[in-house]
Nanobody, 115 residues
Framework: QVQLVESGGGLVQPGGSLRLSCVASGFTFSTYAMNWYRQAPGKERELVAT???????NYADSVKGRFTISRDNAKNTMYLQMNSLKPEDTAVYYC?????????WGQGTQVTVSS
């Protein structure tokens, strides 16, 4: 059974930090590109960051220099380190496993940036 389980979300003040985790099971994690998406209320889901099988990374302009995506294939886990958080980063954050074959979504974790 395929599972992607996100954790680490919560309420944080502007300027604060959070680290999200996405634990994968039921598929060969190392063969997938992994992504973080987010969806704010009333907005479309948007791509935040991508890490390829080989470890190359790419970021949305809105988070460059503040967020860092990483993966640990030995732990079947992907991370998103989020620093200097802003109220506009408030959203549900989802992990997405991407390949030429089946792709999978997690259930999401809420991040709220507010004073």
């Amino acid at each position: 059974q395929v599972q992607l389980v996100e954790s680490g979300g919560g309420l944080v003040q502007p300027g604060g930090s959070l680290r999200l985790s996405c634990v994968a099971s039921g598929f060969t994690f190392s063969t997938y590109a992994m992504n973080w998406y987010r969806q704010a209320p009333g907005k479309e889901r948007e791509l935040v960051a991508t890490i390829t099988r080989g470890g190359a990374t790419n970021y949305a302009d809105s988070v460059k220099g503040r967020f860092t995506i990483s993966r640990d294939n030995a732990k079947n886990t992907m991370y998103l380190q989020m620093n200097s958080l802003k109220p506009e980063d408030t959203a549900v954050y989802y992990c997405y496993a991407d390949s030429w074959g089946p792709s999978f979504w997690g259930q999401g974790t809420q991040v709220t940036v507010s004073s």
